[in-house]
């Protein structure tokens, strides 16, 4: 049968596939959205939608199979029990999310790769600050530099 691989799946079994392995808003709100509910605006939702979608793009031009999320929606009260969180932290908007980066190779595709950063929309917290995840937030820090110090 066309289009059936060797184990019997379809072109649109592998394609659903591929796509489980992209991140999902359910990955990003990690259970945050029922539990804190009552903080998740509807600007909090178009945010996080959008942070998804270009984390999504930045894994894909970085030919990642699969990553987890080490970090995403921090509503107020889980931001305050994180030490060192800014308390203006993009995490708490739904503008960041920290991917899983154990060995650092996420990050290093990112810094020898600032033209694909721009072209999506993202800004990298400095690989020096964020040992074992990559921080990305779709707007620009305080200094305006495309990979910044927090
Ligand atoms: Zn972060």
């Known amino acids: 049968m066309p289009g059936v691989d060797a184990i019997g799946n379809s072109a649109t079994d592998r394609r659903l596939t591929a796509a489980r392995t992209m991140l999902t808003l359910a990955d990003y709100f990690m259970g945050r959205d029922i539990d804190h509910a009552h ?72 810094i020898a790769h600032q033209d694909a950063l721009a072209a999506l929309g993202l800004w990298l917290e400095h690989p020096s600050a964020t040992p074992g995840w990559c921080h990305v937030q779709i707007v620009p820090p305080g200094s305006g530099r495309r990979v910044f110090m927090p």
Do not use: F, M, Y
């Open 39 to 110: 903080e998740l605006t509807a600007e909090l939702l178009l945010n996080a939608r959008d942070t998804v979608k270009r984390a999504n793009d930045l894994l894909r031009l970085a030919g990642r199979a699969s990553c987890p999320v080490n970090s995403g929606w921090r509503p107020h009260a889980i931001n305050a029990t994180i030490p060192n969180a800014s308390p203006r932290s993009r995490h708490l908007t739904c503008q960041a999310v920290d991917l899983g980066d154990h060995d650092g190779t996420l990050d290093a595709w990112c």
